[in-house]
């Protein structure tokens, strides 16, 4: 990291950063210099993830006003904020039809109208399946979007462990419900291709997507899986 820069940030800082070890400084400065940070300030966005999926939404029609659509891992809530505009789940736009939308999280998420959050909810449970269904009353799931991640441990075969963990339990739930778009947040991994292709087995299509505002230097992308077959595909 170049020092200079590191100095000018530095000095910018508020005081209670300082003294900060260099890879949280790193951090700050890497947020500092990315212009997505800028914009989701500007334009209310409770972080800059919102972007990942407004460019994909844009790219690929995910979200239609209307639409019942699952938000896991969705803490602080700009993805959440992304679907309540695109399927009118707050009935703003009168000349829409008013989706529905519910946001889960380990952590607490803020409120926001529009979501039903399920907060300190871990979604790999049981239990958290059991909230969502009773959440939905009866609805017909449109779409699943999970950004969830989990901790890194620094370990990389065990974080790799970790995430494949969280995309098979969205996948389960997904073909559970028969969502018919599903979009998953996964990290690159020598374990995708099977994953791929056990997605393959109950969407139509499943590509890999990886929108502009994800970070290049990032492992992460998504998996995006549209058309949903039947419940009783061949390999179960
Ligand atoms: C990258 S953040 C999501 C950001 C969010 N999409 C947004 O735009 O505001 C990843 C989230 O996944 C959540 N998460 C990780 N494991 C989880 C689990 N097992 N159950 C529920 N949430 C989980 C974390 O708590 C974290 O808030």
Redesign the pocket.
Known sequence: MNQSLIARFYSKLPLSLKGRKKASQEWLIRQFKDPYVEKAKIENY??R??FK?IEMNQKYKLLNPGETVI??????????QVCVRAINSDGRDKTKVKGFLIG????QIYPLEGVTFLGN????TQA?KEKILKALEGRKVTTIVS?????SSGIKSLDQENIME?VN?VFDFSKNLGANTMLV?VWSNGELGKYVNAVKEYYETCRYVKPDASRSDSAEMFILARGFKSKNSTQK
């Open positions: 409770r972080c993830s919102s999926l938000d896991i891992g969705c803490a602080p809530g700009s993805w959440s889960i999280d380990k952590q909810t871990d979604f790999t958290a950004d969830m991640a989990p901790n969280l339990s947040k």
